[in-house]
């Protein structure tokens, strides 16, 4: 059991890491800039929410990795009753409550105060969010998508568990800051611009927004910002050992079958099968409509290759 | 403030260093090990056989049933060895040249014990299958195998 949170916290423990520094940068670039950025009120007022959709949603974006609790397999990981610790050189953080209970957890929140968390990453009472919750990449979530999400996160158990608070010091404690991180490193264009295809259209949605790809496979700044000239190259593994790989056409020389295959079923051509992170994240592709699969095996083929 | 922001801007940045700098210690240059090698081979016999499986599933072989039954024998075999020999202590990534091993292979021996009774499982249910579909059904199980062994157990790329 407890050997699945500790991976996540060190995976976590390296973005984590590098977040006091955001502190620093908010206090430079001046306190009026970091103001959090305001979200329709009356947002999703005219779509109707299809929780079946929203499911789906709900498993491209992987919030159950960050959400259920430590050790929570089968069934157990719909409750999503956080607690996973992300420990880190500067205090260590809780992935907070986010199942329906009204107390504990997000159950009395409106749909535009869950809008403004998952794709502005400002809280209710319009405080940063830190970036380990990946927000920076749910910004390109659709409002239609966002409006499904919710509907089906009602559907799943509430649980009374209250949120841990996060136990860190001065100055990383400081919400505030964190705008200045945003206006940095939370760039609202896709990283592959431009017109393309529906299919490649829909691949780069998912890998660049849902899916958060590049959370984990490319590299970052010393303050924490994913390095886009780099995109989807590789990067250290926050755990110290070993890399997470490079998955751009400059290394990664499987076929779009190949990738679609491993997608589905975590087979790589010559019959190995992922490991780490990545089962987790393939647990959820295979979820999806095969033609997501092939959207985003796609979509990789396109993206810049780099050696 | 003025110089209390200053402070901070140093605080944040020699931390940031610092987090950084951790990354660059974790360089694994030790002797190779015989039991790495050997345990290979058994994940690699192990790879052969769900390939020959995963050629019938998805169509780019005859299914033949003696084929799959050879394989899928195999495969339960290799999850039945005894793992007293290749999974010695000491061993772990970063211990080892080229092992991708976790410490929770030895911490939770249990656990990863269950992890091969669970491959030894998928594979007996596949011995039968009777058509290509069959096949299909049964890699699910055997995929999952592999998988949440993986997810545990085994390290990130060297």
Known sequence: ????????????????????????????????????????PAFGARLTADPEAGALVFAAGGCVS?????????????????????????????????SPDPN?????????????????GVSPEGQHY?????????QHMQDQDVVNLFAYMQTLPADPTPSKAHDV????????????????????????????????????????????????????????????SQWLAGAPNPSGKGR???????????????LVAYF?????????????????????????????????AAYLKAVPAIP | MKSLKKQTLVLGLSAALIATAGYAASHA???????????????????????????????????????????????????????STLWLEGTAQGEVDGSRAKAEIWTDAAGFAAKFAALEKASMEMMNASDAAAVGAGMGGIGGACKACHETYRGPKN
């Open chain 1, 169 to 228: 010091g001065f100055p990383f404690n400081i919400r505030r800051s964190l705008g200045g991180w945003k206006l940095l490193f939370m760039k609202d264009e896709f990283v592959l611009s431009g017109n393309h295809s529906t299919e490649m259209t829909r691949g780069r949605y998912l890998a660049e927004g849902l899916a958060h790809c590049g959370e984990c496979h490319t590299p970052r700044n010393a303050l924490g910002g994913l390095d886009r």
């Open chain 1, 1 to 40: 059991m407890r050997p699945i949170a500790v991976r996540k916290t060190k995976l976590l423990r390296g973005l984590v890491k590098i977040l006091g520094a955001c502190a620093v940068i908010g206090a430079g670039l001046g306190w009026f800039l970091t103001a959090p950025d305001p979200l329709d």
């Open chain 1, 66 to 98: 960050c959400h259920a609790a430590p050790g929570a397999e089968g069934d157990d990981k719909q409750v999503l009753a956080g607690g996973l610790a992300f420990a880190s050189d500067f205090g260590t953080f809780y992935a907070p409550n986010i």
């Open chain 1, 264 to 296: 589905a079923t975590g087979f790589t051509p010559d019959y190995d099968s992922a490991g780490g992170e990545m089962a987790e994240v393939v647990s959820n592709l295979a979820q999806l409509p095969q033609s997501d699969r092939e959207a985003i």
């Open chain 1, 244 to 258: 997470i790989p490079n998955i751009t056409p400059g290394k990664l020389d499987w076929s779009e079958s190949d």
């Open chain 1, 130 to 138: 830190y970036p380990a919750f990946p927000y920076a990449a749910y």
């Open chain 1, 104 to 120: 504990a957890g997000i159950g009395a929140w409106s749909l535009p105060g869950f809008a403004r968390a998952v794709t502005r």
């Open chain 2, 29 to 83: 240059a030790k002797s190779s090990n015989k039991a790495v090698a050997a345990r290979h081979a058994q994940m690699q016999m192990i790879g052969y056989h769900t390939g020959v499986l995963g050629a019938i599933a998805k169509g780019e072989a005859e299914f033949d049933a003696a084929t799959v039954k050879a394989a899928a024998g195999n495969l339960n075999a290799l999850a039945k060895m005894d793992g």
